[in-house]
């Protein structure tokens, strides 16, 4: 449907920055980029709005949502209660058979971080490996209803358009986050996985709180 394929083309261009936070645009510049009429991008901009992605403003146009302090404490709240009970699981079980797929998973989407790790390559690329690796964690307890909520709005913030502003986390320091987490779940630390988790979700935090603080 072209609905589809203009949610689909929005996406992709917020997610390699070409929307960026502050700045107001037109649904019919838009459409004409995308060479759509304007109904399929009205209604991509609306399902837009409802995820959170985006802010209407009738006559005016639209722009990238801010998120609220509120809204940032439920994100880190929902990581360290879903995202570090997995994690704490994954390092109990993590010589078990049915978990070292997870684990080799892991061990894959960590060395496509550290390929992407220069800013010469785009952060889409980077973050994809980087979104991929926390929901590995989650889908390790093979827990359904645990999927879904990490796939709902209300679950991980899947917005790389946060990490592409004027005070981005470095990609080296995420990186590094990251291979501390792998670390104490190959060896089998589930204090050491949730207490890398809960710095690495603490150092984020920090960054979007600091943004809301911008004017």
């Known amino acids: 449907m072209l609905k589809d394929e203009a949610y689909s083309s929005l996406i992709k261009m917020i997610n390699e920055g070409k ?12 459409a004409i980029e995308l060479n759509m009429s304007r109904t399929p991008v009205r209604d991509a901009i609306q399902k837009l709005c409802e995820e959170r992605r985006i802010d209407l403003f009738p006559s005016r146009g639209f722009r990238l949502h ?23 699981c994954l390092a109990k079980a993590h ?7 997870y684990i080799e998973k ?3 989407l960590l060395d496509q971080m550290k390929e992407c790790v220069s800013d010469s390559v785009p952060f889409a690329d980077f ?3 980087d979104n991929e690796f926390h929901h590995v964690i989650i889908s390790s307890l093979e827990d359904g209803h ?12 899947d917005h790389p358009e946060l990490h592409l502003t004027s005070n981005p ?10 291979q501390r987490i792998f670390d104490a779940v190959c060896s089998g630390d589930p204090c050491g996985a949730y207490n890398a988790l809960l710095e690495h979700a603490d150092s984020i935090y920090s960054n979007y709180v600091s943004q809301t603080k911008n004017p």
Do not use: W
């Open 169 to 178: 986390v470095q990609r080296e320091a995420i990186i590094n986050y990251h």
């Open 95 to 101: 010589n078990s058979e049915d978990k070292k797929g």
């Open 19 to 30: 929307i960026k936070y502050d700045e107001t645009y037109s649904l019919n510049k838009i």
């Open 66 to 88: 801010k998120m609220s302090s509120s809204e940032i404490l439920q994100i880190y709240h929902f990581t360290m209660a879903i995202e570090g009970y997995c994690v704490i």
């Open 106 to 108: 892991l061990r894959i």
């Open 146 to 157: 645990f999927n879904e909520l990490s796939d709902s709005k209300n679950g991980f913030y």
């Open 127 to 129: 973050y994809r490996p």
